[in-house]
C-alpha cells in the first residue's frame, strides 16, 4: 500500500469527508484517492428544526435562533 501527502483537495468517498491538501491519503484498487485513515464522523444530534429546517446543534441551538 503506498501512503502519500495529497495535493489536491478531494472527498474521500469511504467516509464522504474531505481529503485536504497534505493529509495521508493511498489508493483503491480502482485508483480513487481515499484516507490513509479515516478521520470520525463528526457528532450531530440528528434532529432538524421544523421552522429552519437546519439541524439542530448538539445544545439543540439551530438558525432560527440567531
Excluded at 12 to 40: G, M, S
Aim: with cysteine; net charge negative; charged share 25%.
Amino acid at each position: 500500500m503506498t501512503v502519500f501527502a495529497a495535493r489536491f483537495k478531494t472527498q474521500c468517498p469511504l467516509c464522504e469527508q474531505d481529503i485536504n491538501v497534505d493529509d495521508e491519503a493511498t489508493w483503491t484498487a480502482e485508483r480513487d484517492v481515499i484516507h490513509f485513515v479515516c478521520p470520525p464522523k463528526p457528532k450531530t444530534s440528528g434532529v432538524l428544526c421544523l421552522g429552519c429546517y437546519q439541524e439542530k446543534a448538539l445544545n439543540g441551538s439551530c438558525g432560527c435562533d440567531d
